[in-house]
C-alpha cells in the first residue's frame, strides 16, 4: 500500500478521478467486511450525486469512468468491480437505490453537504460505508476519504463512522491513514 500511495501523481488541490478509482479499490481489499456486504459474484459501488447539481454529475461521470477501465483490467479480493449511479433526493429514495444495487461501498460525490447527515444516517442503519473525494464530509461524518494532503494521495479513515458502518480495516492500512476517533 505504501508504494502505491508514494507511486500515484498528486494533482493540485484534488485527487484525479483515475488516483481516486485506484485507492478506493486498494481501500476495499483491506476490508475484512467486505465478503459479507459483497456477496454476490462481483463488487458493488454505487456512486451517489447531488440532484440538480452539474458538479456532483461530472464528478460521479468522471469516477465512474475512471472505475469502470480501472475494474475492467483488477479485481478486488478476486472479483469484477460494478459500478452503479444513483441521484439523491431524499434518505428514502437513497434507501431503495441501496436496495437495489447493494453495494459494499457507496461513494458520495461533491455537492452532497447539505444532505450528509441524511445520508450518514442511511449507510450506518444499512451498514455500509461511504466514501468520498471530499475531507470536509469525512469529518462530517462520512467513513473514509480519498483525498491530497501535502501535495499527495492519503486515505482520511473516520473510525467511528466506518466501525458503525460495518467496516473492518486491517492494521496495515490503517497504520498509513489519517484517522479520525
Same mark, same amino acid.
Given at each position: ?74 479485481? #478486488?479480493?478476486?472479483? @469484477? %468491480?460494478?459500478? /452503479?449511479?444513483?441521484?439523491?433526493? !431524499? $434518505? *428514502?429514495? &437513497?434507501?431503495? +437505490? ?57 486515505? #482520511?479513515?473516520?473510525? @467511528? %463512522?466506518?466501525? /458503525?458502518?460495518?467496516?473492518?480495516? !486491517? $492494521? *496495515?492500512? &490503517?497504520?498509513? +491513514?489519517?484517522?479520525?476517533?
Amino acid at each position: 500500500m505504501a508504494g502505491l500511495l508514494s507511486a500515484l501523481p498528486a494533482g493540485a488541490g484534488e485527487l484525479s478521478a483515475e488516483v481516486r478509482s485506484v485507492l478506493l479499490l486498494r481501500v476495499l481489499a483491506y476490508d475484512r467486511g467486505l465478503p459479507a456486504r459483497a456477496t454476490g459474484p462481483g463488487i458493488p459501488i454505487l456512486l451517489l450525486e447531488a440532484a440538480g447539481d452539474s458538479a456532483s454529475r461530472a464528478e460521479c461521470a468522471q469516477f465512474e469512468t475512471a472505475l469502470t477501465q480501472l475494474g475492467g483490467k483488477v479485481t #478486488v479480493a478476486g472479483r @469484477p %468491480v460494478h459500478v /452503479a449511479r444513483a441521484v439523491f433526493t !431524499d $434518505a *428514502a429514495a &437513497l434507501g431503495k +437505490a441501496l436496495d437495489t444495487h447493494k453495494p459494499a461501498v457507496l461513494y458520495v460525490c461533491v455537492g452532497m453537504g447539505p444532505h450528509l447527515a441524511d445520508v450518514a444516517g442511511v449507510t450506518r442503519q444499512r451498514r455500509i460505508p461511504s466514501a468520498t473525494g471530499q475531507q470536509p464530509y469525512v469529518a462530517a461524518g462520512l467513513g473514509f476519504g480519498l483525498v491530497e494532503k501535502d501535495n499527495r494521495p492519503r486515505v #482520511v479513515v473516520n473510525l @467511528p %463512522v466506518c466501525r /458503525a458502518e460495518g467496516a473492518d480495516f !486491517d $492494521a *496495515a492500512l &490503517l497504520t498509513l +491513514a489519517e484517522i479520525i476517533r
